[in-house]
């Protein structure tokens, strides 16, 4: 019979700090194996950090590198002629870029509900080599109706990706080390771009009768992607316990070193009680803010299939305009990996750091409304700075698992937040209006007064959140007054965050 392995924790007022990487590093955690108990020290504790961090998120960063690369296929063959050439006509572009988040949409409850029953290190690869493949088909498309069916079908593989990486990050780092974590993997869509235009500039070159230009990205880009699905069988690991590049001790720490996550590592069985909480607001607000947000946040990344037509407006050819494209990748690398760091050193400034990262979008898009296209330089500038939402979206992402506990909480408030995902990511496309070639002022425009919405709804999350940790703290102080202790729950009950009113969020 194998090793059971619990859990002490010792839930002390520390664990609701908002400290940097390390914080409460002091702390000796208690692993208690078949009944004898073991102490994980400092350094033992950072030497596993050090180990997950040089194995698993490699394997993320790659995944998630081809991914958007995959996703971005259709906004770089545009450039090559893509519409000419299916002979697309009214809206048909707009609703090709819609129907990949249709297809996410559709696969997103089934996907996430497959990722509790499934072994991750199984079905991730076979959706990667899947996605993959429906990526080299799309090559061989001539109409709408054929770019229609890939795109959705490409949609619905690619679904499973970023829930199973919200996972996975809440399975391996703490609270405090996460945002930065997801930060790093989430970064690879500005390396996607960059990659992706260097990529499109030689494989967009090559000469073949019988294959349009942009064929050779979508063949060369599928392909790829199916080599690295088949590669994901043999190096993703299961699970922290069962992690093949640790020793069996090492597994016990990785376990154990999450201890004051207060996420609960309960079965798996679905409570409707917990999943109440999410969808009603007066219970707890959580749901309704950040599904509203993402939505927000959302319906300006609904912009990204078009930037390249924006750019070639300026006056460049299809190749310089491709190239154009490395700037992009490297600036939202930058948004990316510096809000993530902010969000992790900052006491206290998340949600500030969400908000900050959403001004350079914003006068991005006002240079693309305001200037005329002959102000080539400022135009570029501006184009550059409108990826800088998308820091707030990566530190965004993590609240639903750092601010929740619970298991069907956490798994409903994801799902929650991914159904705002792909519904915002549908609405974006539509507000660009092929009349308005190039300026799109209606699409800016309604970009912009989302930029605004996200900081409104930012701010009234926050004020939640603090009113929430001020309360909880008065509470206790009472009933120390009063002689009396609250509860202390372990870590494998399952209690929501609302239950457990030793919870504290995360700002």
């Known amino acids: 019979m194998a090793p059971t392995t619990t ?4 839930y002390s007022p520390d664990s609701k700090s ?24 400092v350094q033992e504790e950072e030497a596993v950090l050090r180990r997950i961090d040089r194995f698993i ?58 990722l509790q029953k499934l072994p991750i290190n199984r079905y991730v690869p076979t959706m990667v080599v899947l996605w993959g493949m429906v990526l080299a088909v799309t090559s061989h498309g ?6 229609a069916l890939c795109r959705t079908f490409l949609g619905v593989c690619e679904a499973v990706i970023t829930p199973a990486f919200l996972m996975i990050t809440g399975a391996y780092w703490k609270r405090e080390e996460q945002p930065f974590r997801a930060g790093v993997w989430y970064s690879m869509n500005g390396l996607g771009s960059l990659c992706g235009s260097l990529i499109t500039y030689g494989v967009g070159q090559i000469k073949y009768k019988d294959y349009y230009a942009w064929s050779w990205i979508f063949l060369f880009s599928g392909c790829l992607t199916v080599l690295w699905g088949l590669i994901l069988f043999f190096v993703m690991p299961i699970s922290p316990s069962k992690a093949w590049f640790l020793t069996p001790r090492q597994r016990e720490v990785a376990v154990g070193r999450i201890r004051n996550n207060m996420t609960s ?24 803010l950040l599904f509203l947000w993402v939505v927000a946040n959302e319906v300006v990344n609904g912009s990204a299939i078009f930037i390249k037509l924006v750019t070639q407006s300026y006056g460049f050819g299809t190749l310089n305009t491709i190239l154009l494209g490395v700037p992009t990748g490297v600036m939202q690398m930058i948004f990316i990996l ?47 700075l409108i990826g800088s939402y998308v820091a707030s979206l990566v530190i965004g992402f993590s609240l639903p698992t750092v601010n929740s506990a619970g298991y069907t909480k956490r798994l409903t408030l994801t799902g929650t937040v991914f159904l705002g995902y792909c519904v915002g990511n549908i609405i974006g496309p539509q507000a660009f209006f092929t009349g308005e070639v190039p300026l799109y002022k209606t699409g800016f425009s309604v970009c912009l007064a989302m930029l605004c919405a996200q900081c409104l709804l930012l701010g009234i999350l926050r004020v939640y959140y603090v009113r929430e940790n001020k309360r909880r703290d008065r509470l206790m102080a009472e009933m120390e007054a009063r002689g009396e202790e609250m509860p ?18 995360l700002l």
């Open 18 to 41: 908002d400290g940097g990487e390390g914080a409460g590093s002091k702390e000796v955690a208690t692993v208690v194996v078949e009944g004898v108990e073991v102490d994980i020290d």
């Open 338 to 384: 510096s809000g993530t760091y902010l969000a992790r050193k900052l006491k206290g400034g998340r949600i500030y750091t969400q908000m900050a990262y959403l001004c350079p979008s914003a006068l991005g898009i006002i240079l693309q409304i305001a200037l005329p296209r002959s102000q080539k330089g400022a135009l570029l500038f501006g184009n550059y």
């Open 57 to 114: 998120l490699p394997v993320m960063c790659v995944t998630f590198w081809l991914q958007y690369i995959d996703k971005s296929a259709l906004a770089y063959a545009s450039v090559f002629g893509l519409s000419k050439d299916l002979g697309l006509k009214g809206s048909q572009y707009s609703t090709l870029g819609s129907l990949f988040y249709i297809g996410y949409l559709v696969a997103e409850y089934p996907s996430s509900y497959l």
């Open 265 to 288: 590592l309960a079965g798996k069985q679905f409570k409707w009680s917990q999943a109440k909480e999410v969808f009603n607001p007066f219970i707890d607000p959580q749901g309704l």
């Open 7 to 10: 859990i002490d924790h010792d």
């Open 488 to 505: 202390v729950y372990d870590t494998y009950a399952d209690v929501t965050d609302i239950e457990n009113l030793r919870f504290r969020y």
């Open 142 to 147: 001539r109409n709408f109706t054929d770019f």
